[in-house]
């Protein structure tokens, strides 16, 4: 089980065009239920599925757009892979309440978008993820409600799941690292 903390978010930059990696399940999804993903081993946070219209996507209940190629997907466990790795046919760790179910990706949607670097600080450190600039990609707030990366403001609260740094090929080792 991952176990998610709250993170403030203080920082959001627009870093320019880059790779986002979409991930198709083979299966329907709650609006609540997501991915962890970051940029480095401090932690993630919890991108939910596109299981709701907004005003520029109809709704996508079987997507999750997972944020930047280079990002991590947590495993749980001590285990990441990068997103750049995933494979149809692989199973994910969906979360939901701190909960996790396995599904099966059956397509990965590799396209250029704009991107926002989303920074967070926890009482174990900072976290931070490069999400697609997008009103259809969400977050999960300390209520329990989803909110768009576009609306995201400095000081809001929302759902993390703090790690340490350390990995080699998606393991935790012990070593000495850092990652910013």
Sequence with gaps: MLQSMIAEVVAIERVGLG???????????DPLEGIAVGNTGHGYL???????????YPA??????????HQYISFGEN??????EVKPGME??????NQIRKVTVGRVKVEKRKFIRVVC???TGQISATLQESDSVHVLTEQGKAKAVVDLEVGDQI???????????GEKIEEEIEEY
Excluded: W
């Design 92 to 97: 994910v760790p969906i979360l939901k309440d």
């Design 60 to 69: 996508r209940p079987f997507r999750i757009n997972g944020g930047a190629i």
């Design 159 to 169: 759902m993390a799941i703090p790690d340490e740094p350390g990995r080699h090929l």
């Design 46 to 56: 919890i991108v939910l599925s596109e299981n709701r219209a907004t005003e520029t």
């Design 121 to 123: 600080q926890t009482e």
């Design 79 to 84: 285990k990441t892979t990068y997103l750049s």
């Design 19 to 29: 790779t986002r990696v979409c991930l198709d399940m083979i299966d329907t999804l």
